[in-house]
């Protein structure tokens, strides 16, 4: 991805298309870190679709003001933009109120209003328990009909159950042009807000509303249950439903997340996108990572909910230790059906343009049918398989940058560990091989017969002894990933497990260079059909196989 802007501390660059057709991104930064004194807000401008930035200009606020931070933009039906964004009344050693505020430009933000506007923010059960309590936005507004929707999360002290989504309804923000006659209503009513009661979280922060066809909202967040979570409303923000942890389908599985920005998205097109990490935390004190890999699930709407494709991997990242958290805090950016994103991993902010083909493959997961065919380097039918034959002679792949996909029908008359079902290794010691392991798995192990082998396996409970499956084993050597697939479905590792794909060690490049594969087949063998692909297939591809 293009460059926008690198810092100590960057966070939330967000991006609006204004009126004279450029694009303004919003960043909160710091030369420091991320609590660091001299937090403030910046703006940058391109005029060619991302590619290229102009200078970050401190314009919003005067550089003395207390820490202006973690701003969303706004742009009117007649071009004037404003910016939602936090503000805190005296230093932070005083530890004071912290304000949600607005301000407006109407030359696209070259110049903003001098004059600063207050949300209505009303005392609710939180600040009755610790005093006045802030919180802050990670949403950019959005229109239902003639009203704009601005999400807050509300927090409390540290240490506490907290956090709970709000939002401020305007029904005269896109034509008014006094911003002191401007109206607000803050939603739900009463003393608690958009919460799941019964999920086991000690937060439930960043929520974010993305509207249905028929101008439901559906709200997304992010808690430290190592699911994000979710709910509807069906009356315009006034009341919540259906609030618990957010799944791919209804009744189906939750959507694995740290305390990370979890993101959905509503094209012009009416379909949804949505930004996630697709794992738990790592542990209960690194409640907010990782973040090194990215993945996105492309959404469409059916009675009244978003049903989410399976997730596919979009971006990744290995400096963690240099770098931090990983990457989060996106905006999306839709211009002439060609699809952006902005990200930061907290010290550069970018911008990376969508492959469309990744994007048609997630919307297209559930209805199309026609198997790839590209890489496809062998495939053995059922009669060669059931006519005795059992080896293959097949190149190595490389897996710096390369990979390769191997597909296969099995059906085991018992699922006991150590049957051996597919070995593609050289004399050298180097290649993968696919075994049974415990637990009921099937296990596929890397190895270039100098560094220490590498392995995945299926999640326990997906395989039934004498029922036959389809198993997909994806390597990719960009992200250095392992994926698994039962029957078509993408492995996210069940209940227990935090996650249901592997990485593995950059030194694994080179398996080898040639093999013969031995398969594990026969007129009364397990294996009933297999298929090797010399490049790692998209999940959505190997759906169809």
């Avoid at 609710?124 to 704009?148: H, K, Q």
């Avoid at 996106?330 to 991993?345: L, N, Q, S």
């Amino acid at each position: 991805g293009a460059l926008i802007f690198r810092n100590g501390y960057n966070d939330q660059p967000y991006v609006v298309k204004c009126r004279d057709g450029s694009w303004l991104c919003v960043i909160t930064t710091s030369a420091i870190a991320e609590s660091g004194h001299d937090r403030t807000l910046v703006v940058t401008r391109s005029r060619d679709q991302g590619r290229s930035w102009s200078e970050v200009r401190y314009a919003i606020e005067p550089l003395e003001m207390r820490q202006p931070s973690w701003a969303t933009l706004y742009v009117t039906p007649y071009g004037r933009l404003y910016a939602f964004y936090n503000l805190r009344e005296r230093p932070v050693e005083q530890r004071s109120r912290i304000n949600y505020v607005y301000k407006h430009s109407d030359d696209h933000g070259e110049t903003w209003s001098h004059e600063r506007f207050p949300m209505p923010i009303r005392k609710i059960a939180l600040d009755r328990e610790f005093g006045g309590t802030g919180g802050w936005g990670v949403c950019p507004p959005i229109e239902i009909g003639s009203n704009v929707l601005v999400s807050y999360t509300r927090f409390a002290p540290p240490g506490r159950s907290q956090g709970q989504g709000f939002v401020f309804r305007s029904d005269n923000l896109q034509s008014e042009r006094d911003p002191k006659k401007i109206r607000w209503e803050m939603l739900p009513a009463g003393d608690h807000g958009i919460r799941a009661e019964d999920v086991d979280s000690d937060m439930q922060e960043e929520h974010i509303i993305t509207p249905l066809a028929n101008g439901d909202l559906c709200c997304i967040w992010r808690t430290t249950s190592g699911y994000a979570c979710q709910g509807y409303s069906r009356d315009g923000g006034q009341t919540w439903s259906d609030c618990g942890p957010a799944v791919y389908s209804p009744g189906g599985r939750q959507i694995k997340h740290p305390l990370a920005c979890c993101r959905p998205f509503h094209t012009s097109g009416g379909r949804y996108l949505l930004w996630l990490h697709n794992v738990k935390p790592l542990s209960q004190t690194g409640i907010y990572r990782p973040r090194d890999v990215v993945w996105l699930a492309g959404g469409t709407q059916k009675d009244g909910m978003i049903h989410w494709s399976q997730p596919e991997v979009f971006l990744y990242g290995f400096d963690l230790p240099v770098r931090g958290l990983g990457m989060s805090y996106p905006d999306f950016i839709e211009k002439d059906g060609r699809f952006w994103v902005t990200a930061t991993d907290k010290e550069d902010a970018r911008i990376i343009e969508i492959d469309p083909d990744l994007l048609e493959g997630l919307w297209n997961q559930d209805t199309r049918r026609d198997p790839p065919t590209d890489g496809l380097v062998l495939d053995l039918e059922r009669d060669e398989l059931k006519a005795g034959r059992s080896s293959a002679a097949v190149s190595l792949p490389t897996l710096l940058h390369g990979g390769f996909t191997v597909d296969f029908n099995v059906c085991l008359d018992d699922l006991a560990s150590g049957q051996p079902l597919l070995d593609c290794r050289s004399e050298e010691g180097g290649g993968w091989s696919i075994a049974t392991d415990e637990g009921g798995t099937l296990r596929i192990v890397l190895d270039d017969g100098r560094n220490p082998p590498e392995s995945w396996a299926t999640d326990p409970g997906a395989l039934r002894a004498g029922q036959e499956h389809r198993i997909t084993f994806i390597v990719d050597g960009g992200p250095n990933l392992i994926l698994a697939l039962v029957d078509g479905i993408l492995c996210d590792g069940g209940d227990d497990a935090r996650r249901g794909w592997g990485r593995f060690s950059r030194r694994l490049a080179d398996l080898g260079g040639q093999a013969t594969l031995q398969i594990s087949a026969g007129p009364q063998g397990p294996l009933k059909c297999a298929r090797l692909f010399n490049r790692p297939l998209r999940v959505s591809e190997a759906c169809r196989l």
